[in-house]
């Protein structure tokens, strides 16, 4: 026989984006985890380990500039003849600077008056799930609309167009995996997909152009240095990211924070009894069970990491998840323990591409996993564990049913 | 066995002082404590004053450093004057002494005056080192003066004029080396730096000095007279050219104690004038002279807010540790600086360098990064607006990565050569 | 309560200022300003900022121990 011999991490990895292990990748992340830095193939490592994690996040020789058809200036042109302009999320310094600094511009100032809002949206979604003993769908009555809700105001897409919305969310978000674990006929709809988001998005771009509006979009387009201001393609690809970023996630996020409360009936006990206590529950949700599992970059210049070089135009999956669990980092890593002291987790990545919306989705999971830890009486999981979404990278429950006696009104608004 | 209950003493009631007071309570220390401080105030935070303070955003009272109850006892507004080893006593100004098992050193620094005593008395003119001074400097930018001279364009030289931007007042600064802060970060970051203090109105004067303070009749500062012979209108002037380690009451102690500094090896212990470890004796924060086992080259002290927290923690664990577990303070020193609108960050110490090279960004863009050596090795980095890629840096320096290193991020400059740190003279 | 930020750590992911605006703010674009002493009525929304931070640079304490006036002199 003169087969290669596999690496030793292609077969965790393989199984890892097996949808099979999809409901607990943790066991095969500590597989992973075993050696800090590991090939899995001839130019692709994997690093495992919290420290080696977050300063590479931080390490200006990681370009996150990506080979896949879903990124970068040279991708090729679409379908639709224009060509993809890659997120910030895939650009390097300094374009990426440029584009990132006009989306904070527009999106902090939003962000820091939305926690009443949010808190208002959950305790609406709660009220019209109704007041008797039944089954709720975390996922469809909460998780999903109110990330979509909240995204759609900031970006002034009227609520009837939500669904349009949640729709293309759901089928881009595809394209954010390893484009490897992706079939043809996958790639081949991202496409089509991608083509119809343009379509969907120009006009409304066109719109806010002759008429600008309070939101977003209409800053983007109108507010700041003329000649750094987004073309129309720039934007275009921004308001996938937020798109994408702004909202699955934050769907995994409360998915995947509901389902840890309701594993563990002492930490939902404690949450309910104080709800001050949520802060500390999302961080550890975060760390525990992250919706962004891993992040990709490429090496523009030789890296010593773990004892091994990474060379020049290799890749590297940083491995969030594993690093979350990293025994050397987190004392007792595999328990879910919001009153851990010093939560570093990697959830929103680090360095200059840090998640834009890591605030926005803070506040929307406080206030989602303390309404319902306070509503609803005696909920329980239906099916342990619930059935997944097919993506890797972002993770969570594709539904997560809850039967419970009951859900209490909102109590008064507090000052 | 006796019921003695150890004693550890603290002389400095500083960031030093306080953060060793609070590790050695974090690392199970429950014998006694005592800290003595020279100032009458509780342990504040320093940065601020010459940034928030000085222009009005924070007041001198919101500075607090206190993070943790010591069950120590304080004695404030005293400060020590002498050492005495045989009998472990610290002698205070006050006449009393306090008996000691194991001390720690933690006097730190202070302004270098005026040197002519009869100009640096003149109404107006100021140093910046403690709270009392910055809230009268404060006081005296909050009346308007019509213009202020700053006498050196170090950190805080260059903290102090850009809060009197923001002010709006009129600002000379006057650098007796050839750029703001070449001392530390070398010419070409330095002249990156004196192109925004320009352009944000500063009138810098570099590769001058001042001549004289002039004052008029009634003892108030009128003018200064420059080294080139150019007279500048001023009604404030702040000194800020360096400082002066507060080690006078240790001299004739047998430590190895000079303006340099208190001698200590890396694990804060300090050594005596034969160069070996005296038992039970510690030195931390601006006053400690080390040498960092990350680093060739003299040893020197580190007067940055890092530091004193690193040794801190190195100290309070050697003093509960040893002599088992010995530890060195390996931790690769850092500072920032905040000054017109930009944020500095510096890993490593970049001035031990013998040559800069750009980075990333560039000198003329918002951001850059810069990255120092010394005989072909990684020393340093600093930062102008780029804080998030500072630890790739940092482990550059870490494993004493070869100079220049091979960055080629999408913002470095596609051609960059190191240049000598100084250009036109000598490492120092 | 004091807030103490390292600012070495600090790496201005700005997630304090998103939670305690009151507390903490952005000067120019990376240079992080904080009250050490907040306000009372601010300490919810300073705890939620320790814990958002990404570098954990936010140390939040409560001493109780008063720290006494200048000591009036003598033996000790």
């Given at each position: ?11 965790a990895y393989?199984r ?10 943790y066991p095969?992340f ?5 050696e800090?830095?590991?090939?899995l193939?001839?130019h692709?490592w994997?690093?495992a380990?919290?420290?080696d994690?977050a300063r ?5 020789r990681?370009?996150?500039?990506d080979d896949a058809p879903h990124?970068?200036p040279?991708?090729?042109?679409g379908s639709?003849g224009?060509p993809f302009?890659?997120?910030f ?5 300094p374009h990426h ?5 006009q989306?904070?511009h527009?999106?902090v100032?939003?962000i ?5 809002h949010?808190?208002?949206?959950v305790?609406?979604?709660?009220d ?6 039944g089954?709720l769908d ?6 999903y609309p ?7 105001e900031?970006?002034g897409v009227?609520?009837e167009e939500?669904?349009v919305?949640?729709?293309?969310a759901t089928?881009?978000t595809?394209g954010?995996?390893?484009v490897e674990?992706?079939s043809?006929?996958?790639i081949?709809d ?6 119809d988001?343009?379509a969907?998005?120009?006009p409304?771009?066109a719109?806010?152009?002759a008429?600008?509006?309070?939101d977003?979009?209409?800053g983007?387009l ?14 275009g690809a921004?308001l996938?990211?937020l798109?994408?970023?702004?909202h699955e996630t934050?769907v995994n996020l409360?998915a995947n924070g509901?389902l840890?409360?309701?594993?563990h ?7 309910r009894a104080d709800?001050?206590l949520a802060p500390?529950?999302v961080?550890e949700v975060?760390r525990?069970d992250?919706p962004?599992q891993?992040t990709g970059?490429h090496?523009?210049a030789?890296?010593q990491?773990?004892?091994?070089t990474v060379?020049?135009g290799?890749r ?5 998840a594993?690093?979350n669990?990293d025994p050397?980092?987190?004392?007792d890593?595999d328990?879910f323990?919001p ?8 959830a929103?990545?680090g360095?200059v591409?840090y998640?834009v919306g890591?605030?926005?989705?803070r506040?929307?999971?406080q ?10 009486t ?5 099916a342990d564990p619930?059935?997944y979404r ?8 594709r539904?997560l ?8 009104g909102?109590?008064?608004a507090?000052g | 066995m006796?019921?003695?209950r150890?004693?550890i003493v603290i002389?400095g009631?500083s960031?030093a ?5 609070e590790?050695?309570?974090?690392g ?5 404590l005592?800290?003595i401080?020279?100032?009458p105030h ?6 601020p004053?010459?940034?928030t ?7 001198t009272?919101r500075?607090?450093?206190r993070?943790?109850?010591?069950a120590a006892r304080?004695?404030?507004?005293v400060?020590?004057t002498g050492l005495d ?7 205070l100004?006050d006449g009393g ?9 933690a006097?730190?620094?202070r ?10 008395a003149l109404?107006g ?5 403690g709270r009392?001074?910055?809230?009268r400097l404060?006081?005296?930018l909050?009346?308007g003066p019509d ?7 170090g950190f805080?030289g260059s903290e102090?004029a ?6 709006g ?5 006057v650098?007796r080396?050839a ?5 530390a970060l ?6 990156a730096i004196?192109?925004r203090?320009r ?5 810098l004067?570099?590769g001058t000095?001042?001549?004289a303070l002039v004052g ?5 500062l009128?003018q200064a ?7 500048v209108?001023a009604?404030v ?21 000079d303006a340099?500094g ?5 694990a804060c ?8 470890v ?7 924060g601006?006053?400690a002279r080390?040498r960092h086992?990350l680093f060739?080259?003299?040893p020197?002290?580190?007067?940055h807010?890092g530091?004193?927290?690193d040794q801190?923690e190195t100290?309070?664990?050697?003093l509960t540790r040893?002599p088992?577990?010995v530890r ?11 000054q017109?609108?930009?944020?500095i ?7 031990l360098a013998?040559?800069?090279?750009l980075a990333q960004?560039?000198f ?10 010394r005989?072909?090795?990684?020393v340093?980095?600093v930062?102008?607006?780029s804080p998030r ?10 494993e004493r990565?070869?100079f220049?290193p091979?960055i080629?991020?999408?913002d470095?400059?596609a051609?960059a050569?190191?240049s000598p740190i100084?250009?036109?003279a000598?490492?120092? | 309560?004091?807030v103490?930020?390292d600012l070495?750590r ?6 304090c200022?998103?939670a305690?605006?009151?507390v ?10 904080y009250d050490?002493?907040p306000?009372?009525?601010y ?9 958002a931070c ?9 001493p109780s121990?008063a ?7 003598g033996?000790?």
């Amino acid at each position: 026989m003169t087969t290669t011999a596999p690496l030793p991490a292609a077969a965790a990895y393989g199984r890892l984006m097996d949808q099979a292990n999809r409901h607990d990748p943790y066991p095969l992340f500590a597989e992973l985890a075993a050696e800090p830095v590991q090939r899995l193939d001839a130019h692709t490592w994997l690093v495992a380990r919290h420290t080696d994690i977050a300063r590479l996040l931080r390490d200006p020789r990681l370009s996150a500039r990506d080979d896949a058809p879903h990124g970068g200036p040279d991708a090729p042109l679409g379908s639709d003849g224009l060509p993809f302009a890659g997120p910030f999320l895939s650009l390097d310094p300094p374009h990426h600077d440029t584009l990132r600094e006009q989306t904070m511009h527009q999106l902090v100032p939003r962000i820091l008056g939305m926690r009443p809002h949010i808190e208002a949206a959950v305790g609406q979604l709660l009220d019209a799930a109704g007041g008797g003993p039944g089954r709720l769908d975390i996922v469809e009555s909460v998780a999903y609309p109110l990330p979509v809700g909240v995204i759609c105001e900031l970006l002034g897409v009227p609520r009837e167009e939500e669904p349009v919305f949640h729709s293309f969310a759901t089928r881009l978000t595809r394209g954010l995996d390893p484009v490897e674990s992706l079939s043809a006929r996958q790639i081949a709809d991202l496409e089509v997909t991608r083509r119809d988001w343009r379509a969907y998005l120009l006009p409304m771009i066109a719109r806010r152009q002759a008429d600008p509006g309070a939101d977003l979009i209409s800053g983007l387009l109108t507010e700041g240095d003329p000649a750094h201001r987004m073309n129309t393609l720039e934007l275009g690809a921004t308001l996938g990211l937020l798109l994408i970023a702004g909202h699955e996630t934050t769907v995994n996020l409360v998915a995947n924070g509901t389902l840890a409360l309701l594993r563990h009936p002492d930490v939902l006990a404690r949450l309910r009894a104080d709800p001050g206590l949520a802060p500390a529950v999302v961080e550890e949700v975060l760390r525990f069970d992250p919706p962004v599992q891993m992040t990709g970059r490429h090496a523009t210049a030789p890296i010593q990491v773990g004892g091994q070089t990474v060379e020049p135009g290799d890749r590297v999956l940083l491995l969030l998840a594993a690093g979350n669990r990293d025994p050397l980092r987190f004392p007792d890593p595999d328990r879910f323990w919001p009153e851990r002291p010093d939560n570093a987790h990697l959830a929103f990545g680090g360095g200059v591409h840090y998640c834009v919306g890591a605030a926005l989705a803070r506040m929307e999971a406080q206030a989602a996993l303390s309404a319902i830890a306070t509503r609803l009486t005696a909920p329980r999981l239906v099916a342990d564990p619930p059935p997944y979404r097919p993506t890797m990278l972002l993770r969570g429950p594709r539904e997560l049913l809850v039967d419970h006696d009951g859900i209490t009104g909102r109590a008064p608004a507090s000052g | 066995m006796s019921a003695h209950r150890e004693r550890i003493v603290i002389v400095g009631a500083s960031l030093a002082g306080l953060r060793t007071a609070e590790s050695l309570r974090a690392g199970g220390f429950t014998g006694e404590l005592v800290l003595i401080g020279d100032e009458p105030h509780e342990p504040y935070d320093r940065p601020p004053l010459s940034k928030t303070v000085l222009s009005g955003r924070i007041g001198t009272g919101r500075l607090a450093l206190r993070t943790s109850d010591l069950a120590a006892r304080w004695l404030l507004g005293v400060a020590a004057t002498g050492l005495d080893r045989a009998g472990r006593l610290v002698r205070l100004a006050d006449g009393g002494s306090v008996g000691f098992d194991r001390l720690v050193i933690a006097t730190g620094v202070r302004a270098r005056p005026w040197p002519v005593a009869e100009q640096a008395a003149l109404n107006g003119v100021h140093v910046l080192r403690g709270r009392d001074d910055a809230d009268r400097l404060r006081a005296d930018l909050a009346a308007g003066p019509d213009r202020v001279l700053v006498v050196g364009a170090g950190f805080t030289g260059s903290e102090v004029a850009s809060s009197c931007r923001d002010l709006g007042l009129a600002v000379t600064l006057v650098h007796r080396g050839a750029a703001p802060m070449a001392g530390a970060l070398g010419t070409a970051v330095g002249s990156a730096i004196g192109v925004r203090q320009r352009a944000h109105g500063v009138d810098l004067r570099v590769g001058t000095t001042v001549a004289a303070l002039v004052g008029d009749r009634q003892g108030r500062l009128r003018q200064a007279r420059l080294s080139d012979g150019d007279v500048v209108d001023a009604d404030v002037a702040v000194v800020a050219s360096g400082s002066l380690r507060n080690v006078e009451w240790l001299h004739g102690s047998g430590l190895a104690v000079d303006a340099r500094g208190v001698h200590c090896d890396p694990a804060c212990r300090v050594l005596d004038t034969d160069g070996a470890v005296v038992d039970g004796l510690y030195a931390v924060g601006d006053v400690a002279r080390w040498r960092h086992p990350l680093f060739d080259g003299a040893p020197t002290a580190l007067e940055h807010w890092g530091n004193a927290v690193d040794q801190a923690e190195t100290a309070a664990h050697n003093l509960t540790r040893a002599p088992h577990g010995v530890r060195f303070n390996e931790a690769v020193p850092a500072f920032w600086s905040d000054q017109f609108g930009m944020n500095i960050k510096s890993v490593g110490l970049p001035h031990l360098a013998d040559h800069v090279v750009l980075a990333q960004g560039g000198f003329d863009r918002r951001s850059f990064v810069a990255v120092y050596g010394r005989d072909g090795v990684t020393v340093g980095a600093v930062s102008v607006d780029s804080p998030r890629v500072m630890d790739g840096y940092r482990a550059l320096i870490t494993e004493r990565a070869a100079f220049p290193p091979r960055i080629d991020a999408t913002d470095s400059p596609a051609f960059a050569t190191p240049s000598p740190i100084l250009e036109g003279a000598a490492r120092p | 309560m004091h807030v103490v930020i390292d600012l070495n750590r600090c790496q201005s992911y700005g997630q304090c200022v998103y939670a305690a605006p009151e507390v903490f703010r952005f000067r120019g674009g990376e240079s992080l300003e904080y009250d050490h002493v907040p306000d009372a009525r601010y300490e919810q929304a300073v705890e939620r900022a320790a814990l958002a931070c990404p570098v954990r640079a936010i140390t939040l304490g409560r001493p109780s121990e008063a720290v006494p006036a200048p000591a009036a002199g003598g033996v000790r």
